[in-house]
């Protein structure tokens, strides 16, 4: 991971390919360096689909090692949903692909003429570019597949459907997984829209080739390693919750804690939780066979596992086994409590290239404005295939939920910086209201995870029906993401790292093994101290201001049953967050 | 105009009425009536189509009297479609009315009910709300003709059509003219869409058994009075320009000056404005009998006569005769130099309750999406239906050319605060870019119409292709602009009060003679600075800095045909418009 890939598809005679030294961006990883470039090399008022904003994939700084649980790469850009910045992160398996081959990032910037259609090939041999005209419009699965046949069944891809393409705002980026399926996406944020105006249909990576990254003291990395996946075994979070019944296991546990968005967060306990759950799901899928449930990682060199696949009722392979905010986006925010039909929801977000949690809350908002009855999955089927089919009213719901609310005049939406909540209600788990509220991405769980502590008793245990403490807690593990998120690391293995303090020392140990340095506890605040404040001070320069750091008036207002609580938080306390 | 009409559409039984002194609010009018109450009344932060934000209609200072020009009026309100606060003026007949029934604003707050509406009807006797259903989804032609078969052929309406019903960002509020035909729209800013979250049709009002309202010294009214008209007389803009080819006298000459944006603000002459022109639009009026162009005022009282009437082909009423912006909107900016299309784009927007300029500049930016060819006036007809119908389409359309450019991913979108710019290329006449950039309103010419001074040479001279001096003028235009926009005076006055020191003495001396003060030009002054200051504070806390007091980049980089400018103001000068 010496070099960063800078290509250029506004070039006078067509995209033009570099490969540059780090430079200022040397030791950065993820986040931390998807973050640097944008905020250093983007307008911050530049319009999102213009030719000044850069599309930046970089892998975390372990990505390519042997280290477990490395392979999350982080996207970044100029968000067209929020106008912000944005860090998008994925699993599958290019990350470790691109750092195997010794990119620390690929920069893609400028603009190509209107309709033009490229494809980028990275191998050990190089870069080229190729027109990809026969791409266009096709969905995530047939594009991996024609790739497959064009580079063979090892490589990885990062691509974009329709939604991309048509530059959306709900428009994803997938990166394929283990099987070679576009399952794993950068969801947030319209990322996909940014490669759609550059007119990149797909980057196929092939790490053929290449072996392991090498780190500076091979002995104790391999034994941090085994520290690190240990504690992770050990913890009963990453070692049995989310092994078992995936990330889905937290269906039962939100919805008995009444922070379950229902019906376009209108009430916060869903009536047909159960048949949505894990639990649920877990059975179906060891009902119709195939490998069941909860055998597989995102990524190669995954120990947690928490995904698997979702076949039909003929057996047939749908989709990968849909994640929590997803079976509670397009099931319980949309009073759908049919996991078959969440599941075909699944697979059309993914084909057509959409984010999930995004789509789900856009239905909702739909639905809320009279397009159809919430707990009508037919209904929500059809809709989404408009965004597929790219009408007119496809077109705004793959806008997202603020562009759909306006449109309809909506007033319940439930948004901050344009982006849709994600699957707990702020009024009933207030520290992860705090988040929303005041992350630099838009609405977003993953900023600043305070569900563990509020709801799930990990690092600590704050009272999720109130205000006090909230602020801290969101702030602390913020700055602790935004580190993580620089690593590679799947962010899952911060409940280990909270609870076990021999487990957070094994991931410093393994950093400095790598890197033949000594990291500290400090040193990783630091990280996640600056990766934010870099991006509030481009937030800022967008023309953010701490109105921004707020949630709608009716989460203030409205009581969320069945503990009627508002939220409660201070706008003085939200803007103390970034004390520091 | 010593009562405030308070009305509460959300009141437990149904709307409740109030009327209320005017406490704070005694001595204000027109625009420093309605944003007084904006500002001190509404959260900046709610929801444009909340409860929390109110619709505020006022009439100004001087309506209801007998000087000439005075019935103009203000309608305010948090705006939906640049969600800062909103003046939006208009004229037609029930300025006049409302002051001599003696209510200085009527205040609509709360929200019934979804589905509900009503109708208000106010007269000497007082005021009813009534049910309204079996208007719904109507026309404001067809409400406005209900109205007069109900309540006389006198009465004057303030009504939206189903654009606002349906809430959409460009949806208009009409008021009837002196034929009671509702052709005259408090236009920009989605205030008719406020008026639809209320839930209410239509105000009907009724002044009979009202006098004009009395000036304390009459002789010396009538006398300013008279000063003041001849002065306008006097005036070759609005003695002469304006009576003889309305407000389209300027499309031959701003497309000379090179300022006339041209499909989507491509370029900045159009090939087809000599057939648009307001010389063409009189002849072809002229030819088609009945009154010709430009004999007409919008309003009782108004010497200035403007408008006319614009026959069809078959010498049938059609519409009102089209203003200069709209014209442009639905002309050049898309390429079309039909004036009978333009006419029936006018009398579809006036009939659905829809700002003209907000939907030339839509269906511009659909026609650069690829929705129809520029040039295609069947098609732009047909868009415009779709707003009429609620399509999907049709209500991306309605939603203004913000939302549309995020829905169909286009980067060219000439919006300031979301709000369309006018009939005015900010690269050819730097002047105008300036109050486009700077004023409260989101991209508006009537803010501080720069254009008087940068090619009309009214009011001194400054080089419209050049960045000096433009923040002078367009501060000093703000300033007596948002004083004018008070009084109830046309804004046209300013042609002769900029360039004619006696009757700028006659209007203060107006105002002085009806109020039995002595007024001088520093408090005309310090009542628009006081206004402008209110407005930017509720700005700033609904969250806007001075990155949304900027042009879209594409203007700093694209050069305009035929001068080849860029627009050249500094965001420095620009951050010093209001400093003062």
């Known amino acids: ?120 090939i990275i191998n050990k041999d190089g870069v080229k570019i190729e027109p990809a005209d026969d791409l266009k419009m096709l969905g995530n699965y047939d594009t991996v597949a024609k790739m497959s046949q064009l580079y063979g069944n090892k490589v990885g891809c990062i691509s974009i459907g329709p939604a991309g393409e048509m530059k959306l705002g709900a428009a994803s980026i997938a990166f394929s997984d283990m099987e070679q399926r576009p399952t794993r996406h950068a969801g947030r944020g319209g990322v996909g829209a940014v490669m759609g105006s550059k007119g990149v249909k797909v980057i196929v990576v092939d790490d053929a080739g290449c072996s392991a990254r090498q780190p500076k003291d091979p002995d104790k990395f391999r ?90 009722k003929n057996g047939n392979y749908l989709t990968k086994q849909p994640e929590y905010e997803t079976v509670w ?40 404005a009279g397009l159809a009855e919430f707990g009508d999955a037919e209904a929500a089927i059809n809709l989404v295939k408009e965004v597929g089919k790219g009408t ?18 909506v007033e319940r939406v439930p948004v901050v910086k344009g982006q849709s909540m994600p699957a707990y209600d702020p009024r009933a788990v207030q520290g992860i209201g705090v988040t929303y509220a005041t992350t630099t991405m838009g609405a977003d769980h993953t900023a600043g995870y305070a569900v563990a502590t ?29 580190a993580i998120d620089s690593t590679g690391m799947c962010l899952f293995i911060a409940f280990a790292i909270l609870d076990q303090a021999e487990t957070f020392q094994a991931l410093l140990d393994l950093i400095s093994a790598f890197n033949g340095q000594e990291l500290t506890a400090d040193d990783v605040t630091n990280l996640g101290k600056s990766v934010l404040k870099r991006e509030r001070e481009f937030n800022a320069a967008a023309g953010f ?36």
Do not use: W
């Open 454 to 482: 509020n709801i799930l008793g990990v690092g600590g245990s704050v009272d999720p029906l109130k205000p006090e403490g909230q602020v801290e807690l969101s702030r602390n593990l913020q700055i602790a993401t935004a």
């Open 545 to 580: 201001t701490n109105k921004d750091d707020r949630l709608p008036d009716y989460f203030k207002q409205e009581p969320l049953a069945p503990h009627n609580v508002t939220f409660a938080v201070s706008d003085e306390d939200l803007d103390n967050v970034f004390n520091f």
């Open 223 to 312: 034994d941090a390693n085994k520290a690190f996946v240990a504690g992770l075994r050990n913890h009963a979070v990453t070692g049995q919750g989310l092994p078992a019944y995936g990330t889905n296991v937290l269906t039962n546990v939100i919805n008995e804690a009444g922070g379950y968005p229902t019906n376009n967060f209108s009430r916060g306990q869903f009536e047909g939780a159960a048949k949505i759950s894990g639990e649920a799901q877990a059975e179906l899928e060891n009902s119709r066979g195939g490998e069941g449930s909860a055998t597989h990682g995102c990524h190669r060199g995954c120990v947690i596992r928490c995904s698997g696949t979702f076949y039909d």
């Open 1 to 120: 991971m010496d070099k960063i890939l800078r290509i250029n598809m506004g070039g006078p005679g067509g995209p033009e390919i570099k490969t540059e030294p780090l430079g200022d961006y040397a030791g950065l990883g993820g986040r931390a360096m998807t973050s640097a470039i944008v905020a250093k090399e983007v307008p911050p008022t530049c319009h999102p689909l213009s030719a000044a904003n850069k599309l930046v994939i970089a892998p975390g700084m372990l990505s390519g090692t042997t280290a477990a649980m490395s392979g999350r790469i982080s996207v970044g850009c100029k968000s067209p949903l929020t106008g912000g910045i944005k860090e998008s992160n994925s699993g599958g398996q290019p990350s470790q692909m691109l750092a195997r081959l010794g990119y620390a990032a690929i920069v893609i910037e400028g603009k190509p003429e209107a309709d033009k259609l490229y494809k980028i």
């Open 329 to 368: 986006a397009h099931g319980g925010n949309c009073g759908i409590d049919d996991l078959d039909a969440i599941a075909m929801l699944d697979r059309m977000d993914d084909d057509f290239g959409l984010d999930t949690i995004e789509m789900g809350a856009t239905i909702a908002v739909a639905m809320e």
């Open 392 to 409: 007119a009213l496809g077109k705004i719901l793959g806008s997202g939920a603020a562009v759909t609310g306006k449109v309809f005049g």
